[in-house]
Nanobody, 117 residues
Framework: QVRLTESGGGLVQPGGSLRLSCAAS????????MGWYRQAPGEQRDLVAT???????SYADSVKGRFTISRDLAKNTVYLQMNSLKPEDTAIYYC???????????WGQGTQVTVSS
């Protein structure tokens, strides 16, 4: 089982930036697609961004041009750089690791992001 630990959430004003980090419990990126999801109160958990084992990123339309997903192979860490934040970005953000062979998901505990003036 993969252990994922998120950090970097917090309170930020509209237009501000935050960077989320997700540290994995080992060198998993060759076999796992990594992603960030978010869940607002009363809403379903939605995909924000993913990065494939080969390093290809993809984004939800709502965050394209504002968020960037990246990874550091040496640190076994995935990042989500969030710029031009909007109040509607407020949610709990979860890190996900999906094994591409058996398609099993692993989740972090989540980190709260609040965008408010």
């Amino acid at each position: 089982q993969v252990r994922l630990t998120e950090s970097g959430g917090g309170l930020v004003q509209p237009g501000g930036s935050l960077r989320l980090s997700c540290a994995a419990s080992g060198s998993i990126f060759r076999l796992y697609s990594m992603g960030w999801y978010r869940q607002a109160p009363g809403e379903q958990r939605d995909l924000v961004a993913t990065i494939s084992p080969g390093g290809s990123p993809s984004y939800a339309d709502s965050v394209k041009g504002r968020f960037t997903i990246s990874r550091d192979l040496a640190k076994n860490t995935v990042y989500l750089q969030m710029n031009s934040l909007k109040p509607e970005d407020t949610a709990i953000y979860y890190c996900n690791a999906r094994n591409i062979i058996v398609e099993v998901d692993n989740w972090g505990q989540g980190t709260q992001v609040t965008v408010s003036s």
